[in-house]
């Protein structure tokens, strides 16, 4: 019960992956259809594809604590329970200037009891592009630094299965300014994130120190 917990955990209140399924068809036999030639298809193109990062991004200047303030989605479980969302904070960190990966922790609050997840974010050969790898190739979730200043904002787009997810976080909770938040909101209703889709975060009463048996170490994979 406690393994289904930090699944639903991971999978739900930090990432917010949808899983979009497949339905059968259902219905009576029906006459064989002629053979039709199929169209060509044109080659897929995901939406992180067109959502170039930033400029000369310097990854180096992205590490340290990051407050969540606000996230676009449309992901059916922020639809459903987009108002009791927890304050979480991420730290990212690097081992050197040459480490191919930066060190993810992402704290927040589930069921009144903080909890710790580890992961890893390898880089890419494009700056400001970075990939969370998943059990198979087809479930990573690739991830976008958008825009950022490095010492306030930064706006970053999770895609996993097809789906885009957007993050506004802050360098503290209480000096973003209301252009940056007109600005991603702009940045997410090109992405069809209109306000409907957009869920604020708590301001206060982030985690601190998690104790161990409450953090989920997701490295390699979750």
């Known amino acids: 019960m406690a393994g289904l917990r930090r699944v639903l955990l991971v999978t739900m209140v930090l990432w917010c992956v949808c899983l979009w399924g497949v339905s059968d068809a259902v219905g009576g036999a029906k006459s064989r259809p002629r053979p039709q030639r199929r169209p060509r ?5 995901e ?24 996230t676009a989605s449309k992901c059916s479980y922020l639809m459903n329970h987009g108002t009791k969302v927890e304050p979480t904070v991420m730290h990212l960190s690097r081992s050197s200037a040459s480490d191919p990966t930066l060190s993810v922790s ?4 589930h069921n009144h009891q903080c909890w710790e997840i580890l992961q890893v974010y390898d880089l890419t050969p494009t700056p400001g592009r970075l990939t969370l790898k998943g059990a198979r190739p087809e479930l990573n979730t690739e991830i976008v630094v958008g825009e950022t200043d490095y010492s306030s904002y930064a706006v970053m787009y999770y895609q996993k299965l097809g789906k885009i997810t957007m993050k506004l976080y802050g360098r503290s909770v209480d000096d973003l300014s209301e252009p940056v938040l007109t600005k991603f909101e702009q940045l997410a209703a090109k992405q069809s994130l209109g306000l409907a889709y ?25």
């Open 41 to 45: 298809k044109k080659p897929k193109v």
């Open 47 to 70: 939406p992180i594809d067109v959502t170039p990062p930033a400029q000369n991004i310097d990854i180096q200047r992205m590490m340290g604590r990051w407050y969540l303030l606000n």
């Open 106 to 109: 992402t704290k927040t609050r």
């Open 198 to 222: 957009l869920f604020p975060f708590p301001t206060y009463s982030h985690c601190g120190d998690v104790d161990q048996d409450h953090v989920i170490n997701c490295v390699p994979t979750c």
